[in-house]
């Protein structure tokens, strides 16, 4: 069983940075595929990046490519996202999760009905 618990969220001006942080309890986070996603108000939840356990490949979804990276320390039992250039649209409630399963594709990766353990979520806030 895997508990997360996100924080690093806040209130930031478009153009600035945030980075996330979502530490797991377990001690078989390292086996976990992690996941960032975000739901915006009204909207439904979507996909932002993403990050294997074996050999750490990383995906994103089309919209933060270039701008967010995930990362993630076994050793802390903590997954990162590093968000810079943010902008008003990435206003949301930003979710961390985990997935024990195997996910052989990209789309899996990027599919939340995967992953089977998720955070309660970090608001980030940017203003324009």
């Known amino acids: 069983q895997v508990q997360l618990v996100e924080s690093g969220g806040g209130l930031v001006q478009a153009g600035g940075s945030l980075r996330l942080s979502c530490a797991a309890s377990g001690r078989t986070f390292s086996r976990y595929n992690m996941g960032w996603f975000r739901q915006a108000p009204g909207q439904e939840r979507e996909f932002v990046a993403a990050?294997?356990?074996?050999?750490?490949?990383?995906y994103y979804a089309d919209s933060v490519k270039g701008r967010f990276a995930i990362s993630r320390d076994n050793a802390k039992n903590t997954v990162y996202l590093q968000m810079n250039s943010l902008k008003f649209e990435n206003t949301a409630v930003y979710y961390c999760?985990?997935?024990?399963?195997?996910?052989?594709?990209?789309?899996?990766?990027?599919?939340?009905?995967?992953?089977?353990?998720w955070g309660q979520g970090t608001q980030v806030t940017v203003s324009s």
């Open positions: 990050i294997r356990w074996v050999g750490g490949t990383t």
């Open positions: 999760a985990a997935a024990g399963a195997l996910m052989p594709t990209a789309q899996a990766m990027a599919d939340g009905t995967q992953y089977e353990h």
